[in-house]
Nanobody, 127 residues
Framework: QVQLVESGGGLVQPGGSLRLSCVVS????????IGWFRQGPEKEREGVSC????????YYADFLEGRFTVSRDKAVNTVFLQMNSLKPEDSAVYYC????????????????????WGQGTQVTVSS
């Protein structure tokens, strides 16, 4: 049974940092790309970042301006999203998702590409 479980969300002040974790079971990071998505209040879900299966190459949404970093630890089948310099507009539910194989630069941020999803973790950036 495939499971993706996010954690690490919470309340943080503007300019602060959080690190999200996505623990994956039932599939291997050797073969599955893991993406991070977010959905804010009354907003569409949008792609934030992903890390590819074969070589760990990372992809990022342009709006991040270099503030987030995705990484993985294959030994514990976990993907991380380090979020720095957080802004109120980063407030959202953050989801991780999995798709088999390497992503394409033109499609990695499309949620319809991914087959498995976690339940999400809430991130709130507020003073």
């Amino acid at each position: 049974q495939v499971q993706l479980v996010e954690s690490g969300g919470g309340l943080v002040q503007p300019g602060g940092s959080l690190r999200l974790s996505c623990v994956v079971s039932g599939l291997s990071l050797e073969y599955y790309t893991i993406g991070w998505f977010r959905q804010g209040p009354e907003k569409e879900r949008e792609g934030v970042s992903c890390i590819s299966s074969s070589d760990g190459r990372s992809y990022y949404a342009d709006f991040l301006e270099g503030r987030f970093t995705v990484s993985r630890d294959k030994a514990v089948n976990t993907v991380f999203l380090q979020m720095n310099s957080l802004k109120p507009e980063d407030s959202a539910v953050y989801y991780c998702a999995a798709v088999r194989g390497d992503p394409y630069s033109s499609t990695w941020a499309l949620d319809g590409v991914y087959h498995y999803w976690g339940q999400g973790t809430q991130v709130t950036v507020s003073s």
